[in-house]
T-cell receptor, first 114, second 114 residues
Framework: AQTVTQSQPEMSVQEAETVTLSCTYD???????LFWYKQPPSRQMILVIRQEAYKQQNATENRFSVNFQKAAKSFSLKISDSQLGDAAMYFC???????????FGQGTRLTINP | DTGVSQDPRHKITKRGQNVTFRCDPI?????LYWYRQTLGQGPEFLTYFQNEAQLEKSRLLSDRFSAERPKGSFSTLEIQRTEQGDSAMYLC????????????FGQGTRLTVV
């Protein structure tokens, strides 16, 4: 079974600085998708960024980028120019090719210090 | 609001009672998912529907749990004879079609069993 591990229960960063959230996963599949979801307090979870495993190029969405290391099974999220609105729980998630469900990590609570 | 809607947002029930939650997915999304999130953990997959057909159920979904999506639109999740261990956030998500990897989440129903 696939597993996703986030080893940082909490992280904090000063506003406008850069922070990196870590994620590792375990799978025997070669084709899959990786995601970072953001869950603000009392609000619904939203997709931040998605990476297809067959793509070597790291995904980027504005201030959010990933460092995808397939051989190491590592998938970190970098947030540049952190903003107060970035404060949330961040979940790393895995979906196998052809699978229909997400496997989530335990989450990292990100605090932005003004 | 055209997002995923869940009702109720909060439910407190006594141990042994039955509870039912409702999820209205985004219009014309034919995939609907249920996840459970306990405090400090990432969401765990429970079940999903393709239109009205329930295609997969997790082993987490004990005999006391049942989910339906009678007309391929809204879905209900019922828990019979609730136990304190059922206390959690129950999340619903939808996606447009098979092969679509992004899931759109509702705000969840928080269940407390006392």
């Amino acid at each position: 079974a696939q597993t996703v591990t986030q080893s940082q229960p909490e992280m904090s960063v000063q506003e406008a600085e850069t922070v990196t959230l870590s994620c590792t996963y375990d799978t025997s599949e070669s084709d899959y998708y990786l995601f970072w979801y953001k869950q603000p307090p009392s609000r619904q979870m939203i997709l931040v960024i998605r990476q297809e495993a067959y793509k070597q190029q790291n995904a980027t969405e504005n201030r959010f980028s990933v460092n995808f290391q397939k051989a190491a099974k590592s998938f970190s999220l970098k947030i540049s120019d952190s903003q107060l609105g970035d404060a949330a729980m961040y979940f790393c998630a895995y979906m196998g090719e052809g699978a229909q469900k997400l496997v989530f990590g335990q989450g990292t609570r990100l605090t932005i210090n003004p | 609001d055209t997002g995923v809607s869940q009702d109720p947002r909060h439910k407190i029930t006594k141990r042994g009672q039955n509870v039912t939650f409702r999820c209205d997915p985004i219009s014309e999304h034919n995939r609907l998912y249920w996840y459970r999130q306990t405090l400090g953990q990432g969401p765990e997959f429970l079940t999903y529907f393709q239109n009205e057909a329930q295609l997969e159920k997790s082993r987490l979904l004990s005999d006391r749990f049942s989910a339906e999506r009678p007309k391929g639109s809204f879905s209900t999740l019922e828990i019979q004879r609730t136990e304190q261990g059922d206390s959690a956030m129950y999340l619903c998500a939808s996606s447009p079609a098979p092969g679509w990897t992004e899931a759109f989440f509702g705000q969840g129903t928080r269940l407390t069993v006392v």
